[in-house]
């Protein structure tokens, strides 16, 4: 799917306040860090779209942006981060809780993972929350470009491997490099590949 236009709509803090209508949401969220804004960057072709942050946790909203007048691409604030109070992690723990559980216009959220990293309690428990409420979700290994091919391959299988003992089938997973514009194409498929589902029910 060639991503046309792409437009920051709004950021909340509440899933009643996210826009209403009828475009579907792409969700995608991830460790701080884990390369999120560069992503979503890299997808919309935009130097700024998502503000990248050198912080950790510092974006703390739910931001919608319309892609292609068609559906949103939401951007959702990072998890596990240490430096925040238990009590904020609290509060960013139920808003965000509450858009996964109530927002009906979520087709399917991209989990995204560094890709040189070892499997992390936090990403493995939230996998498990997202199947135990029944939601479609996908892996994003970031950062590919960091490693040799072999590895990459290597690390992907050994995180699949992992998944395999929790999982009867394991979820579609995209290999990306935002700096090298790696594995974008596949994924924006990927969506173009749900959205064409979606109306062909709608057109029965
Ligand atoms: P976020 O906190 O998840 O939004 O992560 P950012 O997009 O701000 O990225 C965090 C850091 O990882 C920044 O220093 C980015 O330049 C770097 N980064 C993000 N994506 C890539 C990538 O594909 N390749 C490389 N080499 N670095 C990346």
Not at 18 to 39: E, H, M, T, W, Y
Request: charged share 20%; glycine share 4%.
């Amino acid at each position: 799917m060639q991503i046309k236009s792409a437009v920051f709509v709004e950021s909340n803090t509440s899933v009643d306040r996210c826009p209403q209508g009828p475009f579907p949401d792409f969700a995608f969220i991830g460790r701080s860090n884990v390369g999120k804004s560069s992503l979503i960057n890299a997808i919309c072709n935009r130097k700024n779209l998502a503000k990248t942050s050198s912080r950790p946790g510092k974006t703390q909203l739910i931001n919608h942006f319309l892609i292609n007048d068609q559906w949103y691409l939401v951007d959702l604030p990072g998890y596990g981060y240490a430096r925040v109070s238990k009590k904020e992690k609290q509060k960013f723990q139920s808003y965000i809780t509450a858009y996964f559980k109530e927002r009906k216009q979520l087709l399917c959220a991209f989990v995204l993972l560094d890709i040189r990293h070892e499997p992390q309690a936090v990403d493995l428990t939230f996998l498990e929350w997202l199947g135990s409420q029944q939601l479609p979700f996908a892996l994003v290994f970031t950062k590919a470009d960091k490693l040799k091919p072999k590895q990459v391959a290597l690390k992907t299988a050994a995180y699949l491997e992992q998944l395999k003992a929790d999982w009867e089938s394991l979820p579609p997973y995209f290999i990306t490099s935002s700096a090298k514009s790696e594995g974008l194409e596949q994924l924006t498929a990927y969506i173009g590949q749900i959205m064409d589902e979606i109306k062909g029910l709608n057109a029965l």
